[in-house]
């Protein structure tokens, strides 16, 4: 069974950060994992395409019930009508994920996999305070080739203690009284 890396980014980005998902989207391929995103348009879009360049295959999770919102590159769609909802399937369907930029979408998609124990490996995405996160944390690429490398390290690790039975870092664990979020935006 091929990999599975989650990509998450805004469906507006900049051309930068475009090109960027679309390198990571490539770089995955070409390192033989399947690509899963909201298969929609923007880092969505962006990243099938360098996919499909890659000769890879990707997976879309769409918000609408219409398979045809997809974008041109996704070779699976799944139409699950669930709106924001559908982030958590994106969030937990891959064994790691690269978040490129983002707003409040890609922050949710963030939580969730963290939360489920998913690797998460940021490329000018939100700065999260480790502080505040405790044991999980949101390592920073500054490339694409780093981001890609990181995810596939920290999906191989999340693998390897599966297999030898270590259970992922799941918490309902609230933090302290009154602390915020440890949120700087993303950056």
Known sequence: ?????????????????????AEVGR??????????????????????????EGGGSTV??????NRHDANPYVDYVIPSGMGDARNVLV??????????????GTLSEI???????IPVV??????LDRNALFDRYLPAARS?????????????????ERA???????SEEPGPEGEGLGLDGPG
């Open 164 to 170: 030898a039975g270590v259970p992922p870092v799941v």
């Open 144 to 160: 694409p080739e780093e981001a890609v490398e990181m995810a596939i390290e920290l999906a191989d690790k999340r693998a390897a």
């Open 122 to 127: 940021g490329l000018g995405t939100w700065k």
């Open 60 to 65: 879309g999770i769409l918000r609408t019930y």
């Open 27 to 52: 770089l995955l391929a070409e390192r033989g994992c399947t690509l899963v995103c909201g298969g929609l348009f923007g880092v969505m879009e962006a990243a099938c395409m360098g996919a499909k």
């Open 111 to 117: 939580a969730i996999a963290l939360k489920h124990g």
């Open 91 to 104: 969030a937990t369907s891959g064994e790691a994920a690269i978040a490129i930029a983002g707003r409040l």
């Open 1 to 21: 069974m091929e990999r599975m890396i989650s990509v998450f980014g805004p469906g507006h980005p900049s051309r930068k950060e475009y090109n960027q998902a």
